[in-house]
């Protein structure tokens, strides 16, 4: 969001600004101009900066497909599927990868945002690491350690990430930022003092916390964080509707779910538990990277039959990519788990056959939407739904990411999901827009580093590049 904000800021500055982020690890990706795939996240901050996504700002992505093994994508196509452990292998390849398109961008742009990955004291990964000091010192970057003070501990962090790091590493980290900050900024204030004494580096910032930054979520860490999604509003009619989000273990774009919690009177909660289910009025089985295995996963949590229960009853189901394709009759899989030929849910009378080569599309005109999977429909028995998916009764499916973003189809399907669920109470609002709500949270974001950041000092950084800074030695005592 830092990063997504610094775009915004300098766009509107009217400053040519790119962002990257050498090597991703999410199952939450967006589909670029070119027909790749990229994380969502510098999706978002491309669109922050005015850009079209595009494969040059997250050359390198990994999506997790089982706690060992990832899909790695590299210039938005599948490559490979890779171990932790036999990943080192493939460093020098990438590294070159990563060096040429980072040169291509600086040649482009005024400025590049390079996204860091998890944290440099990661140390245990400094050999493999392309997106952190690697990359850093690999391009001589002046570096930004940024910190989520309402995770505690916050000043130890930054003042041990620092010592953590090798010396060549130590000197390119020219500042701090202080993030998700709550109270007196005052009471922080010797706090940081004292850090700049023990480290020679400023903090240029304290960034207040906001409850308004929460559309395109980046993973599935920040799902599991928090069982309502965004902030629900007072709904216009006399009644609610109740959505439950099935929280599948390898779940991949959630941000689908978000453009139903951005309605008033829509309360989406992520569900993990058939009694979840319970008081729901419609039930969303969002995408996965691993349909069969959460399809196992839903049976045995006895979601399966409590998810059937809630279609059978003729209650609004919605299933999106690997979702939908639960919901099928059959699913062939000699592709991702190679489980063969396994039940699916049978809530549509479709089949479903995964095939070697990942289909990657990016939708305009006239719905915008994108589509991310192997499974393809083999055989099809139920209604058509918009050219985009099938219907059977209050049961929908479809391939396509980010349909409910299209402010009509929205609109239209929650008007037909109340009245299957009985909610003639509900009202559909008429004037949520949910491309103008993403541009508000990045005008936020950038508003709040226009306010708390002393972006004079970060437009020295990069006129620049890295100061010459000061190393800190640590003694360990056993």
């Known amino acids: 969001m830092v990063v997504a904000g610094l775009c915004r800021l300098l766009a509107r500055k009217g400053i040519r600004v790119a962002p990257f982020k050498a090597q991703n690890m999410s199952n939450n990706s967006a589909v670029t101009v070119e027909g790749g795939e ?10 922050a ?15 997790p497909g089982s706690d060992r093994t990832s899909q790695l994508v590299v210039r938005g196509q599948v490559v490979d599927t890779v171990g932790a452990r036999d990943y080192i292998t493939h460093r020098a390849r990438l590294a070159a990868v990563v060096a040429e398109e980072l040169d291509g961008l600086r040649a482009e742009f005024d400025v590049v945002l390079c996204e860091g990955a998890g944290s440099p004291a990661e140390i245990n990964l400094r050999a493999t690491d392309l997106a952190n000091m690697g990359l850093a010192r690999a391009a001589n970057l002046p570096v930004l350690l940024v910190g989520d003070i309402d995770r505690g501990g916050l000043l130890a962090h930054l003042f041990g990430t620092l ?38 580096r400023p903090t240029l910032g304290v960034l207040p916390y906001a409850d308004g ?9 920040s799902v599991s964080a928090h069982r309502v999604v965004g902030a629900p509003a007072p709904p216009r009619g006399g009644e609610w509707l109740r959505v439950a989000a099935i929280r599948l273990p390898r779940i991949s774009n959630s941000t689908d779910v978000e453009a139903l919690a951005c309605e008033p009177g829509v309360l989406v909660r992520w569900a993990t538990d058939p ?16 349909t069969v295995t959460d399809l196992a996963w839903l049976r045995t949590r006895g979601l399966a039959d409590a998810v059937t229960a809630h279609a059978h009853a003729g209650k609004p189901v919605l299933g999106v990519c690997g979702g939908f394709q639960m ?16 039940e699916g849910l049978g809530v549509f009378d479709t089949d479903i056959e995964f095939a070697a080569d990942k289909t990657l599309r990016r939708h305009e005109n006239p719905l915008h939407g994108y589509e991310i999977h192997h499974g393809r429909v083999v055989r099809c028995g139920d209604e058509d739904w918009l050219g985009v998916g099938v219907r059977r009764g209050a049961a929908y499916g479809t ?13 239209s399907w929650l008007t037909e999901a109340a009245a299957a669920a009985g909610r003639t109470g509900f009202v559909v609002a008429d004037d949520v827009a949910v491309g103008a709500r993403r541009d508000a ?4 974001m950038a508003d709040l580093l226009t306010s708390h950041l002393d972006v004079e000092a970060v437009m020295a950084l990069l006129d620049g590049g890295a100061p010459p800074m000061p190393t800190i030695a640590t003694t360990l005592n056993s």
Do not use: Y
């Open 38 to 47: 990229i994380g969502r996240a510098q999706a978002m901050q491309a669109r």
């Open 49 to 63: 900066a005015g850009l079209a996504p595009s494969v040059r700002f997250n050359p390198i992505l990994l999506k």
């Open 163 to 200: 010592a953590v790091l090798e010396p060549d590493d130590q000197r390119l980290i020219a500042g701090f930022i202080v993030n998700k900050f709550r109270g007196d900024s005052a009471l922080l204030k010797p706090g940081l003092d004292r850090l700049a004494e023990l480290t020679g």
């Open 213 to 221: 930054l929460w559309l395109d979520t980046e993973d599935s860490v």
């Open 275 to 290: 009694t979840d289910l319970a008081d729901a009025d419609v039930v969303v089985l969002p995408g996965t990277k691993a």
């Open 327 to 342: 919901l099928c009759r059959r699913i062939t899989d000699p592709v991702e788990s190679r489980a063969g030929t396994v």
């Open 399 to 411: 391939h396509w990411h980010g349909l409910l973003d299209n402010d009509e189809v929205r609109r």
């Open 441 to 444: 949270q990045l005008d936020l």
